[in-house]
């Protein structure tokens, strides 16, 4: 079993939709999570750090379940510009600061 | 601030050859480390620094070597490149915010060919 499941997608949708991606982990002690997303041929870059209580950031919401291992990415109202890649990351020890990626979830905004 | 630099942009290189990525970084950031990227399987970890004279290995380490005698320069060394070795490479530093929390930086990536 992999550290951190994602579905690969793609996940096609209009604009102006609403998207929902999960990310599974394995590591029951994991302390960081995050959301990355890349463009394509480009670096990843951070797009929102998830907090135990849920954190919005404008049209981006990030939920964690830790019981159930698993992390949430939640878009509203699509834009063309959020066609990318969305990476989930999890950190399993704050000491060493090893980031472990997802394989990502491309989404694809169409008019 | 630069942030993360890296370099070459892109490189081809014949079966056995060696060379190294650079990677600097100004912003003084402890943790440094290095990824690969292949299609479909994401980002995986090569080898990773806390600190200056201190790194360890990652997922991937076989065929790659580094060093960190500074805080600013984590390279990437290639001993003896395979064509297996054909991906795109990340550096990326982070500092440790309050509560735990790290934020990654990447820098642009290194394209490399191996024939």
Known sequence: ????????????????????FNC?????????????????????KLLMSVYSSGNEDGRFTAQLNRASQYISLLIRDSKLSDSATYLCVVIFSSNTGKLIFGQGTTLQVKP | NAGVTQTPKFQVLKTGQSMTLQCAQDMNHEYMSWYRQDPGMGLRLIHYSVGAGITDQGEVPNGYNVSRSTTEDFPLRLLSAAPSQTSVYFCASSTRLAGGQETQYFGPGTRLLVL
């Not at chain 1, 079993?1 to 929902?20: H, L, M, S, W």
């Not at chain 1, 960081?32 to 990843?44: L, N, T, V």
């Open chain 1, 1 to 20: 079993r992999k550290e951190v499941e994602q579905d690969p997608g793609p996940f096609n949708v209009p604009e102006g939709a609403t998207v929902a």
């Open chain 1, 24 to 44: 599974t982990y394995s590591n029951s002690a994991s302390q960081s999570f995050f959301w990355y997303r890349q463009d394509c041929r480009k670096e990843p």
